[in-house]
């Protein structure tokens, strides 16, 4: 029996029997041959081919229906794993005041990559990238109370980073969804508890997502700290290489590397290093008190405070969206994580001239007996034959199809349903629907 996953709120039409979504009515489709799509890397091709984005400007996309469901079911993945740490979600404005970056020190060294602006009264912004300045500031405008420790506060919103060569389309783009999460612990001790906690919510996530992946060290860069830890999803696109010890596991970014040494570095161990290609998708930062020290955050004792410990943490969210689709997917069929997959069903009807209003009807009568009715489409396209929207619903990823072909019209009615994943075909009444295949429970 098959779980059904995360569901997301969709545009629909109305029918005889109700609100049914329909292939005819949404918005973004293939305008050219696959071949003919120029992309440098897989995820790119197919996201632009199948009409999941369209480029707005160099490094910036609008992200079409498909794109934008499968997003929000990934941010609701995020959101569950960051509540069940007890994170709290806020919101920190885009903008923020160049004082706070001068203030930290980090205006002068971020380089380029900053977007910078004015405003008309000559005061100086920029685009936030990341927002340790404005959230360190925030917590401390006062002293918190030992009993809000451990803090952790977090958001999933837009970032900008003015990349001199945006490319891979959201893999290395110029706005982006990120969430980014900062905690704020009594002592160091605490705060590696916190970054311990975290970076397995972390797991959690890229393993209920069925993707691989690998933890490497990394370097922390520009935003500082003691530990640092990156999230590789493996694939050729991949624009870092890693090192894995052949003996005891450890891996690492090859930047971290001082030499050309192809030999274990870790203390007693002779294993060989090895070379693969993976794509960012999240980083986590033991900061200690280098912005908490700068914005005065202080935890309040019975006479005096003290500094907190920090940490900060980021997922690349549409970055994480496309590096699955490179991960999973062929040259011409997208694959999705089940929890994240757009719809789970197509309905597929009889083409013109062989009862398709029969059909149709029928169709409505199934898309009505699910139990997920958000997460199903009638393809109303019947000028086109059942064959060539069963192809078409494989290549965008769909997980299932419901073909209501000849055994359709016999009496009871025969449902043919594909298993697009498993490769598999069965049929069913559609009494057996629920029962047999569709399991109400949703599951992260």
């Given amino acids: 029996m098959v779980r059904f996953v995360a569901t997301a709120a969709t545009n629909s039409v109305q029918m005889t029997h109700g609100y ?29 081919h199948y009409g999941l984005i369209e480029q707005a400007s160099p490094g910036c996309y609008y992200l079409l229906p498909y794109a934008q ?24 404005p885009c903008l923020t005041n160049a004082a706070l970056w001068k203030k930290s020190g980090r205006w002068n060294t971020a380089g380029s990559e900053l977007f910078t602006l004015k405003d008309r009264h000559d005061q100086s912004y920029c685009l936030g990238p990341t927002h340790e300045e404005a959230v360190t500031s925030l917590v401390g405008r006062q002293p918190l109370s030992p009993k809000k420790l451990p803090l952790r506060i977090y958001q999933i919103s ?20 990120m969430k980014d ?15 311990e906690e975290i970076c397995s ?130 040259d011409e069929e997208i694959c999705w994580p089940r929890l994240i997959v757009p719809y789970q069903v197509i309905i597929i009807p009889q083409k013109e001239g062989y009862k398709h209003d029969v059909t149709m009807d029928l169709a409505s009568q199934v898309y009505d007996r699910l139990n997920y009715p958000n997460e199903v489409v009638i393809d109303d396209r019947t000028h086109m034959s059942i064959g060539k929207r069963l192809i078409e ?15 359709a019209l016999e009496s009871p009615a025969v449902l043919e349903v594909v298993n697009v994943y498993d490769n598999a075909t069965d049929y069913y009444s559609i009494d057996q629907l629920s029962e047999k295949l569709f399991d109400p429970k949703v599951t992260l």
Avoid: W
């Fill in 20 to 48: 049914h979504q329909l292939a005819s009515r949404l918005f973004g489709e293939a305008t050219t041959k696959i071949s003919e799509t120029k992309a440098a890397c897989n995820s790119y091709k197919l996201m632009l």
């Fill in 69 to 92: 469901r499968a997003l929000k079911k990934l941010k609701r993945l995020i959101n569950h794993e960051m509540h069940a740490v007890n994170a709290q979600e806020i919101s920190v």
């Fill in 158 to 177: 837009r970032k900008f980073r003015d990349e001199i060569h945006p490319k891979f389309g959201l893999l290395r783009g110029r706005e982006f969804e």
């Fill in 181 to 195: 999460l900062y905690t704020f612990d009594l002592t160091k001790e605490k705060s590696e508890e916190t970054y």
């Fill in 201 to 330: 919510a972390y797991e959690k996530i890229l393993s209920k997502l069925n993707v691989k992946y690998t933890k490497v060290a990394g370097d922390p860069g520009n935003i500082g700290g003691s530990l640092s830890h990156e999230y590789h999803i493996p694939a050729d696109a991949g624009e870092d290489t890693l090192l894995t010890c052949d003996s005891c596991g450890h891996s690492l970014n090859k930047e971290l590397l001082k030499s050309d040494t192809q030999s274990c570095q870790q203390p007693g161990c002779h294993g060989l290093l090895t070379e693969s290609k993976g794509i960012e998708v999240a980083h986590s930062f033991l900061l200690g008190t280098k912005y908490s020290e700068v914005f005065n955050a202080r935890v309040k004792h019975s006479s005096t405070t003290s500094i907190l410990e920090m940490g900060c943490y980021g997922i690349g969210v549409t970055r994480l969206l496309a590096a699955t689709l490179e991960h999973l997917s062929s």
């Fill in 393 to 407: 619903a494989k290549r965008l990823g769909y997980p299932y199809a419901i073909i209501l072909g000849k055994k």
